[in-house]
Each structure stands twice: as structure tokens, then as C-alpha cells.
């Protein structure tokens, strides 16, 4: 079965930092992983993907996210941290066996910048 | 990016009542729409996977009674909530994927609805 995980419910980060949100995955065959971001009471905004490829992967917003298929990871990454970041984040895959091919979420990780 | 447009954004209802939520794909055409479930700090639960023109895939748990869904189009799915009831109340977000191929491309999501039932 697909899934990910992310081991952190909450990652604080002085503004100007760098940051990183983890995300382990267990997948069957080649993985399709997906990063998120969510604002208070809003749906979610698509960051990145991983399908093939380099494994450094840019994103919106100065994000970026290293595929590890050795280590089965693909953490989410941001050289300086601001303010405006702050939002809970979700890692995610593709469940390439179910015929809608849907996405496996996180648990989602709570990203506090403080200035 | 590829948009995608739910209405309303909140909505209040008394119990017993119906309440319908749609999802539009504003400038792409979407095969598949997807509809998620989402409890206050918590991640997304999949409610339900809807074809354009063909019945929905309901998860595991949910009610297709209770939770209707139409696609009637490339670019509208519904979601109704049938005699909605006080333990209905949530945030339901639905999420379009563009036609191509479905292993690699990328899913939209919508700004979501907060529904409450008194």
C-alpha cells in the first residue's frame, strides 16, 4: 500500500532560517509525491512534484524538496524562511493502483515562523 | 496554475436540511474531481472519487446516500449533503485533476466549504 508520512506535527523556525518539513514514504513501484501548502480555513495550494527526474525539485514560492530514494524521503525545503510561511503543509502520493489515481496525504505538519 | 472554484465558501443549515456545494475547474477541463473531508488541524480524508459521466467511487465509510455527488460535466462536480445533521459539520475542499495522464499530473483543489449544521 502507498503512504507517506510526516514525523513532525509541528516545526518552528526563526524567520530568515532555513527550514525543512520532512516526509517519508512507502510506495509499491515508482513513487509520485506531491507537496501542499494550506492557509487557515482555505484549500490547498500546490507547491511541487516529484515525478522522475533530478531529484532537487523547485517549487512555488522559493520552495524546493529533495527526492531520497535510498533514504525513502522527500523533505521539503526553503533557504530562508519568512514570516508569511506559516501554514500547515502536506506531503503526498499517488496512488498510481487505484483506477482515479488519488492521492495519499500526510497527516500534515504545522510550520510556525516567528520574526 | 489551473483553478478551481467551490461555492459557497460557508454555508449554515439547520438539521434535517439539504445542502448542495459545487466544484467548477475554471480553465481547465477535469475528468475527475475528487472530494475530501477535513477535520479542524487535521489532514484531508478522502470522501469520494466522481467521473465525468459515470457514478462516483465512494471511500470506504461514507454513505453514498447521504453524501450525493454528480459530474455532470468536464467542469462541475456537486456534492450534497442529504438531511445534513450537527456531526456533518466540516470543511469539505473538492479537488480537480486535468485530463491527461493520471499517474504523473497534477491535482487543483478548491478553496473549500465550511459547512455547519445547527
Known amino acids: 500500500a502507498q503512504s507517506v508520512a510526516q514525523p513532525e506535527d509541528q516545526v518552528n523556525v526563526a524567520e530568515g532560517n532555513p527550514l525543512t518539513v520532512k516526509c517519508t514514504y512507502s510506495?509499491?513501484?515508482?513513487?509520485?509525491l506531491f507537496w501542499y501548502v494550506q492557509y487557515p480555513n482555505r484549500g490547498l495550494q500546490f507547491l511541487l512534484k516529484y515525478i522522475t527526474g533530478d531529484n532537487l525539485v523547485k517549487g512555488s514560492y522559493g520552495f524546493e524538496a529533495e527526492f531520497n530514494k535510498s533514504q525513502t524521503s522527500f523533505h521539503l525545503k526553503k533557504p530562508s524562511a519568512l514570516v508569511s510561511d506559516s501554514a500547515l503543509y502536506f506531503c503526498?502520493?499517488?496512488?498510481?493502483?487505484?483506477?482515479?489515481?488519488?492521492?495519499?496525504f500526510g497527516q500534515g505538519t504545522e510550520l510556525s515562523v516567528k520574526p | 496554475g489551473a483553478v478551481v472554484s467551490q461555492h459557497p465558501s460557508w454555508v449554515i443549515c439547520k438539521s434535517g436540511t439539504s445542502v448542495k456545494i459545487e466544484c467548477r475547474s475554471l480553465?481547465?477541463?477535469?475528468?475527475?474531481m475528487f472530494w475530501y473531508r477535513q477535520f479542524p488541524k487535521q489532514s484531508l480524508m478522502l470522501m469520494a472519487t466522481s467521473n465525468e459521466g459515470s457514478k462516483a467511487t465512494y471511500e470506504q465509510g461514507v454513505e453514498k446516500d447521504k453524501f450525493l455527488i454528480n459530474h455532470a460535466s468536464l467542469t462541475l462536480s456537486t456534492l450534497t449533503v442529504t438531511s445534513a445533521h450537527p456531526e456533518d459539520s466540516s470543511f469539505y475542499i473538492c479537488s480537480a485533476r486535468q485530463r491527461g495522464l493520471a499517474s504523473t499530473d497534477t491535482q487543483y483543489f478548491g478553496p473549500g466549504t465550511r459547512l455547519t449544521v445547527l
Open positions: 503526498a502520493v499517488r496512488d498510481i493502483y487505484n483506477q482515479g489515481g488519488k492521492l495519499i
Open positions: 510506495v509499491s513501484g515508482n513513487p509520485y
Open positions: 480553465d481547465f477541463q477535469a475528468t475527475t
